[in-house]
């Protein structure tokens, strides 16, 4: 699946020469409901000096657990989302400061839940090579498309998946960290709460901001939680995720309990991906590898693993290690060192890949960059 990144601008300005040409779409980011003869709009505006191309096209939505949208331009999606949705029209030719509707019409009329597509807007001047696009050009508008109820109940679902507790330092306050997990047919927008409670404390809660969540999809929410006083012993912290836009909804909780070893200090085990190193000239399809772990923590690491993909060029994966890691006490480190063996012997650039990943988490990653040489480049190195 081919999944990157976007950034999502209001604008974005294309002239080689002090930004003469200027193409912004609006709104920015395209929520509404659909359904019947409802087609949502979008405008595009040309507010620079020169005629532009602007071609426009779909692909699938989602975002990483921290928020950061994604595209999913793989054949696949593409012919999900197009298959349901289309843009009209697909194409704008703008003079300078022209602008042109484009609207959004879902095909699939009858669907349930939510759609949510990014709209791609990839932008040219007119004659510029041909017409061509190119990739530097382009605006990202994803859409939170909702259908219009025909009387049946949609209700959005939300489950706790995880909890975690930090502490940067002893005396410091308590970073709590929930997973909301959206299982249901629509995005929703939610945060939380997280109540403590201990034996010398009583309960205390931390409130988590709300954020949006497409379906199938995660999002990482975090509270800051500071005592006046944290003294040693077991606690418990249940989390509820609550605060739904537009109505209520079905919600699972979690609960963990954690410990305090003394006072306003967390129990906490912190590996840390201390060094990676391997040459940066290899020979063979056997690479060398060396990584040091720590644990600077207070309590012994169990259960990590460190893992370990060898790419190349193109991103492809030429080879994997899963290293499980022993029980590592507090202050002390483990070194592995070993070789790791390529599935191909073709010569060219590689990129080592470290992760480090504790409690189904990356901890740390570590990458380095070596070279696989051809035979006979080694053997004149080697006289």
């Known amino acids: 699946m081919a999944v990157v990144v976007f950034i999502l601008h209001a604008a974005v300005f294309i002239g080689v020469t002090e930004a003469r040409l200027a193409v912004v779409i609006s709104p920015a980011r ?3 409901v659909v359904g019947g003869r409802v087609h949502p709009e979008l405008t595009v505006l040309n507010r620079g000096e020169e005629r532009v191309l602007v071609r426009l096209s779909l692909a699938g939505g989602g975002h990483d657990l921290d928020g950061m949208p994604l595209i999913d331009e793989s ?14 029209p697909e194409q704008l030719l703008l003079a300078a400061g022209e602008a042109a509707k484009v609207r959004v019409v879902v095909v699939d009329e009858e669907g349930s839940g939510g759609l949510y597509p990014v709209i791609l807007a990839d932008i040219a001047p007119l004659g510029e090579a041909g017409g061509a696009v190119s990739s530097r050009t382009r605006i990202a508008v994803p859409t939170l498309l909702t259908y219009a109820s025909r009387g049946e109940k949609t209700e959005p679902e939300l489950a706790v998946a995880g909890v975690k507790l930090e502490q940067g330092r002893a005396g410091e306050p308590l970073l709590v960290t929930a997973l909301l997990h959206n299982t249901g047919k629509m995005h929703v927008r939610a945060g939380g709460r997280a109540v403590i409670s201990g034996e010398f404390l ?17 999002r990482k929410v975090t509270g800051q ?8 012993g077991r606690y418990t912290v249940k989390v509820l995720p609550d605060g739904f836009r537009g109505g209520g909804m079905s919600a699972a909780g979690l609960e963990v309990s954690f410990d305090v070893l003394h006072p306003y200090e967390l129990a906490q085990a912190r590996l840390e991906l201390v060094s990676l190193q391997t040459p940066v000239l290899v020979a063979g399809q056997r690479i060398p590898v060396q990584a040091v772990v720590a644990n600077r923590g207070n309590i012994p690491a169990r259960d990590a693993v460190l893992e370990l993909l060898v790419l190349n060029s193109r991103g492809e994966e030429e080879a994997a290690y899963r290293w499980l890691m022993e029980a590592l006490p507090p202050g002390k480190g483990q070194e592995f060192a070993g070789e790791i063996e390529l599935a191909n012997r073709l010569p060219g650039e590689y990129l080592l890949v470290a992760s480090l990943w504790q409690e189904d988490e990356v901890a740390a990653i570590l990458r380095r960059e070596f070279r696989l040489a051809a035979e006979p480049l080694l053997a004149a190195l080697s006289k």
């Open 30 to 32: 395209l929520e509404a």
């Open 75 to 88: 054949r696949e999606a593409v012919a999900a989302i197009s298959a349901r949705v289309r843009l009209m």
């Open 202 to 218: 009583g309960e205390e809660t931390v409130l988590f901001p709300p954020v949006t969540i497409l379906p199938g999809a995660m």
């Open 225 to 232: 939680w500071a005592p006046a006083a944290l003294p040693p």
